[in-house]
């Protein structure tokens, strides 16, 4: 397990720095100068060409990434151009929010993925099937944005249970702050409920056509031990993948409902980034992004070849 996990590490560091190169040279092809942004419009050139060199963009674009990725390994982010700000406390701050909605989001998806996946995996009745087919597609096909008007909607202004935007801390008043938690979670959960109840049921399905759970069957065991004994720890491989894949999909979800929640998190501060022409904060959150993917698919891998022993045969070990 431990040579397997070894050797995960150097195609995990080549992804993170090929992609530190591709967000450096696209950012530099994308329009507009930040040295204009933050000089504004009727600034002269000469205080134009000063920004510049106090922001380093005078230099030439090896010197500049050498400088980003140096800065990196060192944990000196530099300070956003734009919010005057370091950005390790801008990430910091941000990324605690961010994980207070999608942690609580990942549970909601969890538990209602998993009753719905196994229901849908292993009801008799068509009409049960039928009933949770079509609720699982239309929250997989409802984009979040739409989701999220609709829930401001029907909790927020028709029946008024709910805020509609905003956020409290859960440690200053866990009240209050699960109020303003609930909408955006349930909207960011749905989506990726809907993935795993899928996902799940089809491997119920093909699980329970093993030679093993016909054995069973054929034994008199209940179909709850049936469930709970063989055919659910047979899924679970399968799912744990998409699991994984799934939470670094909660991570881009995120950005859009913290938009439609005014959630103050990554999302909020890398649209800021963006709309600023902040390089040199963008950078970080977009490399932070990939990073975070990275290190989920790798643990994902990890956890799925402690399922399976197939998947450590495969690697090598």
């Not at 993935?195 to 093993?210: D, Y």
């Not at 999302?267 to 709309?275: F, I, S």
């Not at 977009?286 to 994902?300: D, E, H, I, Y």
Request: hydrophobic letters at 55%; one cysteine or more; charged letters at 10%.
């Amino acid at each position: 397990m431990l040579r397997y996990a070894l050797r995960r590490v150097p195609s995990a560091l080549l992804v993170l720095l090929v992609a530190s190169v591709l967000v450096f040279g696209v950012l530099r092809l994308a329009p507009g100068d930040p040295a204009v942004v933050l000089a504004g419009p009727d600034a002269s050139a000469a205080t134009v060409a000063h920004v510049r060199a106090a922001l380093g963009l005078d230099s030439a674009l090896p010197v500049q990434y050498w400088t980003w990725l140096t800065g990196l390994f060192t944990g000196d982010l530099g300070t956003s151009f734009i919010l005057g700000a370091p950005i390790t406390t801008l990430i910091g701050h941000g990324l605690g929010n961010t994980l207070e909605l999608t942690t609580a989001a990942l549970v909601l998806a969890l538990l209602g993925g998993g009753v719905a996946g196994v229901l849908l995996g292993t009801a008799r009745h068509k009409g049960v099937r039928a009933l949770l087919g079509g609720a699982v597609n239309l929250a997989l096909a409802v984009p979040p944005y739409v989701t999220g008007v609709l829930l401001v909607l029907l909790f927020a202004v028709t029946f008024r249970v709910l805020p509609a935007s905003g956020h409290e801390s859960l440690l200053a008043d866990p009240v209050i702050g699960v109020q303003y938690l609930l909408l955006p979670a349930l909207c960011l959960a749905l989506p990726t409920g809907a993935v795993l109840a899928r996902f799940l049921a089809a491997a119920l399905r093909k699980s329970g056509q093993e030679d093993y759970v016909r054995t069973g069957h054929g034994k008199g065991l209940t179909e709850r031990r049936l469930l709970t004994r063989y055919t659910l720890p047979g899924a679970l491989p399968s799912v744990i993948t998409v699991l994984g894949i799934q939470i670094g999909q909660l991570l881009g979800g995120a950005i859009v409902v913290e938009a439609v929640f005014a959630w103050p998190g990554i999302g909020q501060l890398l649209l800021q980034a963006v709309l600023g022409r902040d390089y040199l904060l963008v950078q970080d959150l977009l490399l932070f992004a990939v990073g975070v993917f990275v290190v989920l698919q790798t643990l994902t891998d990890l956890v799925q070849a402690g399922l399976d022993p197939r998947v450590r045969i495969g690697g090598g070990v």
